[in-house]
């Protein structure tokens, strides 16, 4: 079994890589290292059954062999990496979900793209089930990231549909662990960098804004079912333990000692209010639920980026 994973070398995509080539695939990675670093697969340099491909996939994918599935996990995906890099956020969204599923249909392969909570924009139903449509702006500073995945769910519909290529959708929520970017301007890399360099944790807006946090491992679990069921229509998959960006401050700060408090900065442009998976559908067809509690979980990450910032 050989799988493509476009994105590779991004913080979820590495981890895909490492879960396929431990069940016994062949894992290919395209990536052009964007917002990825080889970093994060140096480690599976030289294993026969890894390939990396310096490769920008909005441009014609063309790859010898044959490919059983390809996982689309290419696009930057934080809100400071998006909002930099607006055209090409929209190109690999449009473009590049349109050459993967090319890619996809000339090989017969499987297909799953990598979408996104944010396809529920600033819902105006809470918690998130799959069947809620959205409340997205289209020419806010995040529907450039928005729209190209609402694009490219549509997009993957229309390849399943009219051309009958085996497609998968999984809608992804707040997600973290090893190999974030620490400068990625997320809410996680921000505060745990902070908290251990003893600065305060820069909060946006008021705080009350909440977010729900899985463990990356987690997902990856979640991922890897979908891939192998039989469900073409989206599927959330996240931790539905929600909390206040002002409680998680407090957690961090806790848990690495910090005592340098918290600021308050203005809060970005339709940063979404309230989020929180519905994972009634993951639980029903895969089974699947988290495992890894946040302190666990942020424990391990807070030892990565330590490791990290003393590099
Ligand atoms: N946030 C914050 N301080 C930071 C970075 C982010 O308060 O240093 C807030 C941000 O405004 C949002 C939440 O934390 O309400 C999660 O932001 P993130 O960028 O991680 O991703 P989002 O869930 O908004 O896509």
């Not at 990825?36 to 480690?43: C, L, Q, S, Y």
């Not at 290419?74 to 690999?92: E, G, R």
């Not at 820069?202 to 990356?216: A, E, K, L, P």
Request: proline fraction near 6%; charged fraction near 25%.
């Amino acid at each position: 079994m050989r799988v493509v994973i476009t994105g590779g070398a991004g913080f979820i995509g590495s981890h895909l890589a490492d879960r396929f080539l431990a069940e016994g695939y062949e894992v290919v990675v395209l990536d052009d290292l964007l917002t990825g670093n080889t970093d994060n697969i140096a480690h599976l340099a030289g294993n026969p059954k890894f390939k990396f491909i310096y490769h920008d996939v909005t441009n014609y994918i063309f790859l010898e062999g044959n490919v059983d599935a390809i996982l689309h996990f290419a696009s930057p995906a934080s809100p400071v990496d998006y909002s930099n890099l607006p055209i090409q956020t929209l190109k690999v969204g449009a473009l590049g979900t349109h050459k993967a599923l090319g890619l996809a249909k000339a090989k017969g392969a499987r297909f799953l793209l990598a979408s996104t909570s944010e396809v529920y924009g600033d819902p105006l139903v809470h918690p998130q089930p799959e069947t809620y449509w959205g409340n997205v702006n289209p020419i806010g500073p995040r529907g450039v990231y928005d729209e190209a995945k609402r694009f490219a769910e549509a997009l993957t519909m229309a390849y399943h549909r009219y051309h009958g290529v085996d497609t998968r959708i999984v809608r992804i929520f707040n997600t973290f662990g090893p190999r974030m970017r620490i400068d990625d301007g997320r809410v996680i890399p921000n505060f745990i960098s902070q908290a251990l360099k003893g600065q305060p944790l820069t909060i946006y807006g008021d705080g009350s804004q909440t977010r729900s946090f899985c463990y990356v491992s987690d997902l990856v679990e979640g991922i890897f079912r979908l891939l192998h069921s039989d469900e073409a229509d989206p599927v959330n998959l996240g931790n539905p333990r929600e909390m206040s960006i002002l409680e998680f401050a407090g957690l961090i700060n806790e848990m690495t000692g910090n005592d340098a408090g918290i600021v308050f900065e203005p809060l970005p442009e339709n940063d979404p209010r309230r989020r929180k998976p519905d994972i009634t559908k993951a639980k029903r067809i895969l089974g699947w639920e988290p495992q890894v509690s946040l302190e666990d979980g942020l424990q391990r990450t807070i030892e990565y980026f330590r490791k990290k910032l003393q590099e």
